[in-house]
């Protein structure tokens, strides 16, 4: 479609009342849970960086008709499993972006689906960002950088890290991202990941309830130590960084993890993690990578329904 950015966005959105957007998934390269506050999040530090493959957001707008009338919000999508009410986080997005503007016109989201549910891949969070993203776009920028990335905060965790579009440092429970300087960045974008989801999803709050349960936190000047020894180790691999503190938790239930996770490794030599609070899992590959074997134990280890792709880092 004529307009299009790199990356999906219409640069010329404020003439237009319909934009589309690529609404990515994100992998965990660095997960320390560091501890539990007192109203119930975990306090972490993670490198995270998204993905060149995920979910197709559409928006179009009708302006308000006149300075009493109120707009609605309405969701559509292609995969039958995903709630269209107000558990979604693109109609939460929307109503936060009401709140916080006072924009009285109608949305009409489009969301065709791919990045799975109960994955640890951001899907929502992701979708719920450029829901907030396409609507300030379209309605004149009323909300600047900082207050975007704000209201995004609000609506869940893990939405303001899909406001950058490249690899960031969250830390909080998830609302202070900084994105990694160019020179690290840098070691992060076009790196190729094998991406593999088994038939099953785990629940973001059963993993952070078993986690807590055996308290198994990373002191935060530990995680920060880590954290710092691969950012000035400019030489340092990609595979040096991988951590994932979430892994024991969801590897005693889910022993299929760390078996496929074992076998990628002794059989290829390939650094394998999984991702957030899982259940999906990645790999590093590169060009000599032979993607087609590793598919193949992939699919015999976890079935035809498991879920592979190969992208990048954004």
Not at 174 to 201: H, S, T
Not at 279 to 295: G, M, W
Request: charged content about 20%; hydrophobic content about 50%; glycine content about 8%.
């Amino acid at each position: 479609m004529a307009g299009l950015g790199d990356r999906g966005v219409h640069y010329w959105a404020k003439r237009v009342s319909e934009i589309t957007l690529s609404s990515p998934a994100k992998i965990n390269l660095f997960l320390a849970i560091t501890g539990r506050r007192p109203d119930g999040f975990h306090e972490l530090v993670s490198v995270v960086a998204p993905l060149e493959w995920g979910d197709v957001l559409t928006l179009a707008v009708d302006l308000p008709r006149s300075v009493d009338s109120n707009g609605t919000n309405a969701l559509v999508c292609d995969d039958p499993a995903v709630p269209l009410d107000e558990t979604n986080l693109v109609v939460r997005a929307a109503e936060a972006f009401r709140a916080a503007t006072g924009w009285r016109g109608s949305a009409r989201f489009s969301l065709q689906k791919r990045i799975p549910m109960g994955a640890g891949l951001g899907g929502g969070s992701s979708n719920a960002a450029m829901a907030l993203r396409a609507l300030n776009q379209l309605t004149g920028a009323p909300l600047q950088p900082a207050a975007l990335a704000g209201v995004a905060a609000k609506v869940g965790s893990d939405c303001a890290l899909f406001l950058h579009d490249g690899p960031v440092v969250m830390r909080g429970r998830g609302e202070r991202v900084d994105p990694l300087l160019p020179v690290a960045a840098a070691r992060l974008r076009g790196q190729r990941v094998l991406l593999f989801k088994p038939a099953f999803g785990i629940s973001t709050a059963w993993a952070y309830a078993r986690l807590a349960a055996a308290g198994n936190y990373l002191p935060p000047a530990e995680a920060e130590a880590r954290l710092a020894n691969w950012l000035n180790a400019p030489t340092a691999p990609l595979a040096e960084l991988l951590f994932n503190a979430m892994e024991p938790p969801a590897f005693l239930k889910f022993p299929a993890l760390p078996t496929l996770l074992r076998k990628l490794r002794q059989d290829f030599g390939l650094a394998a993690m999984m991702t957030g609070s899982g259940s999906a899992c990645f790999s590093l590959v590169d060009e000599s990578s032979p993607i087609a074997e590793i598919c193949a134990v992939i699919r015999r280890l976890w079935g035809e329904s498991a879920i592979v792709v190969q992208t990048s880092l954004r």
